[in-house]
């Protein structure tokens, strides 16, 4: 998205608190506002002169702007009204390179040609302090601590000092390294690490108790005129006078090579930013523009669906993957487009108390709702209307929903420690008994062919028990769970495996025989896991967990899939894909819904040549070998074999210990062994394939 209206070089740009508005300075001498959602211009605020923007700032409580001049003053705006207060003017000095406001909201600070920093009240504009002195030359940039102990400064001494803002006194420095001016200057959000540009074009990262030098980023080609640290703390991005944004993955061994570079504008970029949640990265530039990229791994939405008030409990998504329903701990159901990310309806208040579970039936037709009011409803998904009557039956809290595949029946399961049935036609008990549990059912879910169920409770050492509907009896259990409580679990499309979330890790279960698939479990997340799902095509699974992250999986080699997809600021609750595979939702605790482009995380990750799966899944057929995206040799392939290279629709899958190569007609090869498998019945396959 690129946001065009400023005049003159656009100078510096700050998000709001709350993240809904961006401010943008430029030499214009105006600061404007732009709704982050739409980019449309919100307002513009003028100074009382013709003094060229240099810095700006909001107050921690979104209610005010500041912004630093090129003629030496101070000016800030109330936002709420738009109105200009009192200007400050610094006598002693030219021009206010940079501002900044404390964390606690009640003092900015601005830089001199002199090497001072000056303290002000932000209500007054009033000097407060003594100046800060220390260096000997032109401060260029200041920069609080995220606790606001500690204020970072740099300038054309080459030097950067950290200050300790209570007492006003130098606490490490000065932090000798840059051969050049100091541009730029940004801590983390743990306030470990501080980033710091130069004029010579280099990326210093130092670590903020000791002050030493950790490490430097080679690679722009001119001056590094701002920095920013991610909200998750595992990326720096950086903008230059080269024309790039670039985002350093601080997770990486290497010191020297950039995994991303920005480029769009055509002139200087002054300044760069992250959204409050870290899926947008904003830059600003010489060339009048602010552009907002989508850098949740260039496969998020722009914005999450947002609306309910309290945590989200499950997501569904209708079969024509436009439909997304939410249930909520605020007692409402919201029906939303995925396209357009727009609420369908009013917010259905139907629930007295919490939803905890809405699914959809096979068809689309109908949306089901349980609660802790003990009621199942039904909606007509085309008309968001509730039909009666109202599924009456438990007597306790309805934790989860299922429709069987032909969307004749709903199974619910409840507190009241049974799974019930019901004919979603007739909206009464079906003609299947309801199955005595013996314990409060939290996940019901009927496997791929509709002849079984899969049920847990939840309790410590729990099993998944696999029932037969007809019947209700018991006809597998899967309890090798190492006394580890169950969160969620998922079928596989072919309903062969399960995999169930098992405190921290994941684990994969054979349904027929109840064994293991994977040896151990699957290990990665910081926390325990709440939400597990499979791909459509069985190849991935997909979790998400209290440490606020999803990750990705290889289903076959349990092997972790990168990029993991950071923008929950809470614990993750529901996981579930589009029919189709190509979006994935993911909600919880932060009361938001995320929509999530797979096919382009995916991409990503092909491109990153992690992992075998997904490098073949991308791969392309060259000189007889699949190369990768990034042209890595993958796979050299026997000349009898490429004819079938050829066919269009070709999955690739050669993992740890296992050989897979299928086609529109069926599975080509499989095996142990890659030689065994082009070697075995070649002709055979060939005759089959082409």
């Keep these: 998205m690129v946001l065009a209206g400023h005049e003159w070089s656009v100078t510096s740009i700050a998000y709001s608190p709350d993240g809904k508005a961006l401010a943008s300075g430029s030499y214009d001498t105006t600061v404007r506002l732009w709704d982050t959602h739409s980019g449309a211009e919100m307002g513009k605020f003028l100074t009382s002169g013709h003094e060229r923007i240099n810095s700006i700032a909001f107050t921690p409580d979104g209610h005010f702007l500041v912004a630093g001049t090129h003629s030496g003053s101070v000016f800030r705006w109330d936002v709420r009204n738009g109105r200009l207060l009192v200007p400050t003017n610094d006598e002693r000095t030219a021009s206010i390179y940079a501002v900044a406001i404390s964390p606690d909201g009640r003092i900015f600070v601005s830089s001199s040609n002199d090497g001072a920093i000056s303290l002000w009240s932000t209500e007054t504009g009033q000097p407060v302090r003594d100046l800060i002195n220390g260096h000997t030359g032109l401060v260029r940039v200041v920069s609080f601590s995220p606790d606001g102990s500690t204020l970072a400064s740099g300038g054309f001494d080459c030097t950067l000092r950290l200050w300790n803002f209570g007492l006003g006194q130098t606490e490490r420095g000065p932090l000798i390294g840059h051969q050049g001016i100091v541009e730029s200057v940004g801590f983390s959000q743990d306030g470990c690490l501080l980033a710091s540009g130069s004029s010579h074009g280099m990326v210093y990262v130092w670590d903020v108790r000791s002050g030493h030098h950790l490490r430097t980023y080679l690679g722009h080609q001119d001056a590094v005129a701002s920095v920013a640290f991610a909200p998750n703390g595992h990326a720096?991005?950086?903008?230059?006078?080269?024309?790039?944004?670039?985002?350093?993955?601080?997770?990486?061994?290497?010191?020297?090579?950039?995994?991303?570079?920005?480029?769009?504008?055509?002139?200087?970029?002054?300044?760069?930013?992250?959204?409050?949640?870290?899926?947008?990265?904003?830059?600003?530039?010489?060339?009048c523009t602010i552009r907002v990229w989508d850098i949740g791994g260039n496969y998020s939405s722009i914005l999450p669906l947002d609306g309910h008030n309290d945590e989200i409990h499950d997501v569904a998504v209708g079969l024509d993957d436009r439909l997304v329903v939410s249930a909520s701990k605020d007692g409402s159901v919201r029906l939303w487009n995925a396209l357009t990310r727009d609420q369908m309806y009013p917010p259905l208040l139907i629930h007295a108390e919490s939803a905890y579970s809405v699914a959809f039936s096979s068809d689309s037709c109908w949306i089901a709702t349980g609660s802790a009011d003990t009621i199942i409803r039904l909606c007509d998904a085309q008309t968001g209307h509730w039909v009666q009557p109202e599924l009456r039956g438990h007597v306790q809290s309805v934790n989860c929903l299922s429709f069987s595949p032909d969307g004749l029946h709903l199974a619910s399961g409840s507190d009241d420690l049974t799974v019930r049935f019901w004919n979603v036609k007739s909206r009464q008990p079906a003609q299947i008994p309801r199955i005595m549990y013996g314990e409060r059912v939290l996940s019901v879910v009927y496997s791929p062919d509709g002849r079984f169920i899969a049920a847990h409770s939840g309790a410590n050492g729990d099993e998944i028990r696999i029932l037969d509907v007809s019947t209700g009896q018991q006809v597998q259990s899967l309890d090798n769970l190492r006394s580890t409580s169950i969160s969620s679990f998922a079928f596989s499309p072919d309903g062969v495996r399960i995999v169930a979330a098992l405190g921290k890790g994941i684990g994969g279960f054979d349904v027929r025989t109840g064994d293991q698939v994977f040896e151990g479990q699957i290990e990665g997340h910081l926390n325990p896991v709440n939400a597990v799902a499979y791909s459509p095509d069985g190849r991935f699974i997909v979790s998400g967990a209290l440490d606020w992250t999803v990750r990705?999986?290889?289903?076959?080699?349990?092997?972790?899939?990168?990029?993991?997809?950071?923008?929950?600021?809470?614990?993750?609750?529901?996981?579930?894909?589009?029919?189709?595979?190509?979006?994935?939702?993911?909600?919880?605790?932060?009361?938001?819904?995320?929509?999530?482009?797979?096919e382009k995380i995916m991409l990503v990750a092909a491109q990153r040549g992690r992992n075998s799966l997904v490098s073949l899944a991308f791969a392309r057929y060259k000189d007889g070998w699949l190369v990768s995206p990034t042209n890595d040799l993958l796979l050299w392939v026997p000349p009898e074999y490429r004819g079938c290279l050829e066919i269009g629709d070709l999955c690739k899958v050669i993992a740890t210990r296992r050989v897979v190569i299928t086609a529109d007609k069926g599975v080509l090869h499989q095996g142990q062994d890659w030689t065994q498998c082009w070697r075995t019945n070649a002709n055979q396959h060939l005759s089959s394939s082409i």
């Excluded at 010191?255 to 870290?278: A, M, T």
Aim: glycine residues 8%; proline residues 2%; hydrophobic residues 40%.
């Design 236 to 287: 720096l991005a950086s903008a230059s006078h080269d024309h790039t944004v670039r985002i350093w993955d601080l997770r990486e061994d290497s010191n020297s090579i950039s995994p991303l570079v920005l480029r769009g504008h055509s002139d200087i970029v002054n300044g760069v930013c992250f959204s409050n949640d870290g899926l947008n990265l904003t830059s600003c530039s010489g060339d």
């Design 552 to 598: 990705l999986w290889d289903a076959q080699t349990a092997e972790a899939v990168e990029p993991v997809l950071y923008g929950h600021t809470d614990t993750i609750y529901s996981i579930v894909f589009s029919s189709d595979g190509r979006l994935l939702f993911t909600a919880g605790r932060d009361m938001t819904i995320r929509m999530w482009d797979f």
